[in-house]
T-cell receptor, first 113, second 108 residues
Framework: EPEVTQTPSHQVTQMGQEVILRCVPI?????FYWYRQILGQKVEFLVS????????KSEIFDDQFSVERPDGSNFTLKIRSTKLEDSAMYFC???????????FGSGTRLTVV | KNEVEQSPQNLTAQEGEFITINCSYS?????LHWLQQHPGGGIVSLFM???GKKKHGRLIATINIQEKHSSLHITASHPRDSAVYIC??????????FGTGTRLQVFP
């Protein structure tokens, strides 16, 4: 069964450093998403991406965050200058159609120290 | 105000029991999703529904649009069903608004 692949599974970074979280969505999917889950809290929407541009973003997704689809297969989330409160599990998801079913990756646990 | 409310927050059951998890939402939906989150953190999509009922194996999801309520049922529960079950809604856009989840433990 097709999978969404996320790397790394766990990343530890120092506060103020830049991190890039990587995702390989399912190959024929067109809609891509990042969500995050702070430990003990519910999953929150960050950003949706279609046709090489952001289609929607949440208040969390400020200027420190950016997304990119650099090569037609990878979908990346960059945090420019990490804060302690960015520590969370970050999930990538993809969908073939808008308002369709999602496939989630297994997540990247980001720890900012 | 959380737009998606789930109950119960925690649920324990004996193997074989019939389980019901409830989800209520306060605004309209385009679709209601049920997802399963394993102890390792990964999320698996179980159902997406906008009306009626769907069944997959021992799992059944129902939705009542008028009452803004959905239920997830597990028949003949098994310890491997132990996980967090989450409902989430989408409305007009494709972003999901998640509930806080129901932690289910099934004991042998």
């Amino acid at each position: 069964e097709p999978e969404v692949t996320q790397t790394p599974s766990h990343q530890v970074t120092q506060m103020g450093q830049e991190v890039i979280l990587r995702c390989v969505p399912i190959s024929n999917h067109l809609y891509f998403y990042w969500y995050r889950q702070i430990l003990g809290q519910k999953v929150e929407f960050l950003v949706s991406f279609y046709n090489n541009e952001i289609s929607e973003k949440s208040e969390i997704f400020d200027d420190q965050f950016s997304v990119e689809r650099p090569d037609g297969s990878n979908f990346t989330l960059k945090i420019r200058s990490t804060k302690l409160e960015d520590s969370a599990m970050y999930f990538c998801a993809s969908s073939a159609v808008v308002l369709g079913g999602y496939t989630f990756g297994s997540g990247t646990r980001l720890t900012v120290v | 105000k959380n737009e998606v409310e789930q109950s119960p927050q925690n649920l324990t059951a004996q193997e074989g029991e019939f389980i019901t998890i409830n989800c209520s939402y306060s605004v309209g939906i385009s679709a209601l999703h049920w997802l399963q989150q394993h102890p390792g953190g990964g999320i698996v999509s179980l159902f997406m529904l906008s009306s009626g009922k769907k069944k997959h194996g021992r799992l059944i999801a129902t939705i009542n649009i008028q009452e803004k309520h959905s239920s997830l049922h597990i028949t003949a529960s098994h310890p491997r069903d132990s996980a967090v079950y989450i409902c989430a809604r989408s409305y007009n856009t494709d972003k999901l608004i998640f509930g806080t989840g129901t932690r289910l433990q099934v004991f042998p």
